[in-house]
């Protein structure tokens, strides 16, 4: 008998929040998975994740959620785990400059690392604080727009756009697993996490304690 994983959910994705330490990513995850804010969230060490359930269409999909560090010391441990991501959230903070510009770079990895289709989303955090702000929401869409990304400026704290921010990435990736999904036979369907033509991932399958399980494994 199928276990209540597998009648859950049509689809597991996994995806990525990246960038800089300090930009929110954890507060955005937060909100997000457990609507809850902290103003004394301390930065990520490694990697951590959560899970929520989104409906699109007539699927229901798990969406599977890392939360990588952004201190250089942990570059070597969290790019491993961009293997199998579908989407990504690339985080910035508009009251620092710095990490806007670091965003390239952080473009850069999720590419060398990541699925050669990954939706990606840009996003420009802390919103709140427009009086410090250093980075222009124009700069923003500019660099979105000619890097093919989606753009988007959110608060954690206020609980601006994060719903929207995550609910457009995933709504993205269903979008990519259904066109791709239309060769598979319909028995495994329901099994698909992401069909990428070379392998086919069954959610029963999944162990997310495992460092080495990922939900959409290549």
């Known amino acids: 008998m199928a276990d209540s994983f597998d009648e859950e959910c049509d689809y597991l994705f996994k995806a990525v929040l990246t960038g800089d330490s300090g930009v929110g990513k954890s507060n955005l995850l937060s909100r997000f998975a457990r609507a809850e804010f902290r103003l004394d969230s301390k930065p990520t060490i490694g990697v951590e994740f959560a899970y929520r359930n989104i409906k699109v269409a007539d699927k229901l999909i798990k969406t599977q959620i890392w939360d990588t560090a952004g201190q250089e010391r942990f570059r070597a441990i969290t790019s491993s785990y961009y293997r199998g991501a579908l989407g990504a959230l690339l985080v910035y903070d508009i009251t620092r400059a710095a990490t806007f510009e670091n965003v390239k770079k952080w473009l850069r990895e999720l590419r060398d690392f990541g699925n050669s289709d990954m939706v990606i989303v840009l996003v420009g955090n802390k919103s709140d604080l ?19 990304l989606f753009f988007m400026e959110t608060s954690a704290m206020d609980n601006v756009n994060v719903e929207e921010a995550f609910l457009e990435m995933v709504r993205r990736i269903h979008a990519i697993a259904s066109q791709k999904s239309l060769n598979l036979p319909k028995r495994i369907e329901k099994f698909v996490a992401f069909p990428n033509g070379n392998e086919i991932v069954s959610i029963h399958e999944v162990t997310p304690t495992k460092p080495n399980s990922y939900c959409c494994s290549l």
């Open 130 to 148: 427009n009086h410090s702000r250093e980075v222009e929401e124009e700069e923003g869409r500019r660099l979105a727009e000619s890097e093919d």
